[in-house]
């Protein structure tokens, strides 16, 4: 049987996205400022900032996991509401399902698009296998690694074919060597399927490292400070000097950030 090819990703548009959150007290804390950004179909786009600058409340409101307080979300000029399986997400945390072996993982989305059997096994090993995971397919969850268990995931956003991918921070909790695997391992299955994604990450090597874009983001409440084209090819040195000239121009805006963020959290303290 023939697997049918990925499509290609859909562009996202942005337009005067905001959040803001009702604490339990009552007191509303703005997240996130109205935000605008085009971001390209298959483009690869990483947003970096400091804590709690409304990175992953974006990547929440793109995916449809959160609702903005204003402004709308197009993914192909239409408006994006609610969780979508053309929209897939891949969290920190894994987000796998324990009842479920490997393979089912990898297959959960295939049923839910009504995909029979015998053709959700073969995309799922598929997938499996571009992951480096073939030999585990029938494996349980709790019988991987971390690293693994976050290649599955990975297997899985792709499986389903969708246009747009999120992903929000999936390599900060593993070690240096299996998260440089992970990179090298999504950057080829990305070049190879051309899906648009949106990937969170506190980590400016991995930033320049995966995107054609990284969007720096200001200390909270969140805004854009600057949109960082990463006109290198594929693979990337990162101990050339263009690399660390944009590890030089990305670090210069988060200190700024940081910066402001430790003096206004001193005129509170006082």
Not at 229 to 253: N, W
Request: with cysteine.
């Amino acid at each position: 049987m023939r697997v049918a090819q990925a499509s290609d990703g859909k562009p996202i548009s942005i337009r005067g996205v905001a959040k803001v959150f009702t604490t339990q007290s009552g007191e509303e804390v703005d997240a996130l400022t109205p935000t605008t950004l085009d971001i390209a179909a298959g483009e690869f786009v990483s947003l970096v900032g400091p804590s709690g600058c409304g990175k992953s409340t974006l990547l929440g409101i793109l995916a449809g996991l959160l609702d903005a307080s204003s402004g709308e979300v197009l993914v192909d000029g239409k408006p994006a509401r609610g969780p979508d399986i053309d929209r897939g997400m891949v969290f920190q945390s894994y987000a796998l399902f324990p009842w479920l072996n490997v393979i089912g993982n990898v297959e959960f989305g295939l049923e839910r698009k009504g995909l029979p059997r015998s053709e959700r096994r073969v995309v799922a090993m598929q997938y499996l296998a571009s992951v480096g995971l073939g030999d585990f397919a029938f494996k349980q969850v709790n019988e991987l690694s971390g690293g693994m268990k976050q290649r599955v995931a990975i297997a899985r956003a792709f499986a389903t074919d969708p246009s747009t991918i999120f992903m929000d921070e999936p390599f900060g909790a593993l070690d240096a060597l299996t998260r440089r695997s992970l990179q090298k391992q999504l950057l080829a299955i990305w070049q190879a399927h051309r899906k648009t994604v949106v990937f969170v990450t506190h980590s400016v090597p991995e930033a320049i490292a995966l995107s054609d874009r990284v969007v720096v983001m200001t200390s909270r409440p969140g805004a854009i400070k600057s949109i960082i084209a990463v006109d290198l090819p594929q693979p990337r040195d990162a101990t050339s000097d263009a690399f660390r000239e944009l590890e030089r121009r990305i670090y210069a805006d988060l200190d700024a950030e940081l910066a402001k963020s430790f003096a206004m959290e001193g005129r509170v303290a006082t």
